[in-house]
């Protein structure tokens, strides 16, 4: 993976995320990569609720001494406007960081909402802005509805999200992020915008193990010291919902699409979200092998790119050499 290094050719990125311990992750690598310039961290409900989510976000940037970089709230609820009620503290603890009593943030988010600030800076940069999705959809979906341009405007969208050919994590046909808004997620995977999913089938592939975690734990890095300590609730989740000694890393995984896209392979294909029912949130992406007789519910959209292979050794690799070189 080659560095760019030069300031003005860093990808812009704007992280849409609800943090969580796997989003924490992948805030620090994004900090601590050169390929990438950070412009704006967005937040949404999911592993916690939005106001937490936020909070998180500015503690983390504070963390990192970075708290130049703006935070916008986003949605309190799913684009039908349903309140949440669904997180996920069963794997990253009730603060959504593990439990250690962070030190809360004195910054404040800015005084724009998560789809204004997403539109505004698709505007301002047009074609270079990459969104990289770590949480439910809803954000973008807004941006999408209030503004048609934005997904001509925007350079990418990097989504973690679904379960392609595989059980979901929620229930088995679906996967968390996707489940936290289904009407979103159909909204953003057929709105014609450069589009990368990563799904649970590629992010379970990349598995941080006891070994690594003793490794992380030997560095001095500002961001392997705290990503241990945050790191303890979530392992033991592992343990006791899938029997597995360590942790599936799909936050950071995804960061590194942003960063270097040649690290998966991809199919390319037509994505949709099925909205209610026992499978509400299932995802089903059609490959385009065949040429079906008749008209079907994926005909005429447009097709996105959904990762079908990873070296997870790898990412596991460069992530912690990247946190430990901090
Ligand atoms: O509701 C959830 N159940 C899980 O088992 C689970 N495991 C991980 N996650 C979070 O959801 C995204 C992946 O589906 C990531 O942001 C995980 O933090 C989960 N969310």
Redesign the pocket.
Known sequence: MGDIGVENKRKKIIIDT?P????AMAIFLALQSPEVDVIGLTTIY??VRTTLATTNALHLLEVAGREDIPVAEGSHTSIKEVPKL???A???GCDGLGEINIVPPKGKPIPQSASDFLIEKANEFPGEVTVVA??PLTNIAKAIESNADFPQKIRQIVI??G?FSVN???NPAT???I??DPEAADIVFTCGADIIAVG?NI?HQVVLTDKDLEDLASSSGKYAKYVCNILKF?ID??LE?YNIRGA?L??PTVMFVAIDPSLMTYAEGVVRVQADGIFRGLTLFDNMKKRWGEVTEWSNKPSVKVAVSVDGDKIIHLLKERLKNS
Do not use: K, M, S
């Not at 969580?20 to 989003?23: E, L, P, Q, R, S």
């Open positions: 609800d969580g311990i796997d989003d999911g592993n669904r997180f996920a069963f794997a990253h770590l949480g973690l999200g379960a979901g994590n929620v996967e968390a992020n489940f936290g649970i992010t979530y989740y592992h919902a599936y799909h936050d």
